[in-house]
């Protein structure tokens, strides 16, 4: 069985890193993308709310944005039962971070 991933934010460090990693490693798959100005070879959405939706087969999700305005992303893929990738540092502030963990 393989871990299918839907990766949010398309930029430079997703296509240089997450992408070669995710198709090196055996066992995962990259299922969907979210991403409000860039497209990839699997279904891309503009945003993770639209993706969480519309790919309820989604394992886990991996957050390849900026960390000001990932708490809402990283709280909507953790509320919607998924599990949850972050990049360093995993939030903005140490609030949201332990708001993440709890």
Same mark, same amino acid.
């Given at each position: 069985?393989?871990?299918?991933?839907?990766?949010?934010?398309?930029?430079?460090?997703?296509?240089?890193?997450?992408?070669?990693?995710?198709?090196?490693?055996?066992?995962?798959?990259?299922?969907?993308?979210?991403? =409000?100005?860039?497209? +990839?070879?699997?279904?891309?959405?503009?945003?993770? $709310?639209? /993706? @969480?939706?519309?790919? %309820?087969?989604?394992?886990?999700?991996?957050?390849?944005?900026?960390?000001?305005? =990932?708490?809402?992303? +990283?709280?909507?893929?953790?509320?919607?039962?998924? $599990?949850? /990738? @972050?990049?360093?540092? %995993?939030?903005?502030?140490?609030?949201?971070?332990?708001?993440?963990?709890?």
């Amino acid at each position: 069985m393989s871990l299918r991933i839907g990766l949010v934010g398309l930029g430079t460090i997703a296509r240089a890193q997450h992408f070669p990693a995710i198709a090196a490693t055996q066992g995962t798959d990259l299922c969907a993308v979210a991403s =409000r100005n860039a497209t +990839a070879e699997v279904p891309t959405y503009t945003d993770i $709310h639209t /993706m @969480l939706a519309s790919e %309820p087969d989604l394992d886990a999700i991996t957050l390849c944005t900026p960390p000001q305005g =990932r708490f809402e992303q +990283a709280m909507a893929a953790l509320k919607s039962g998924r $599990h949850l /990738m @972050l990049e360093k540092p %995993p939030g903005a502030t140490l609030s949201e971070i332990d708001a993440l963990r709890r």
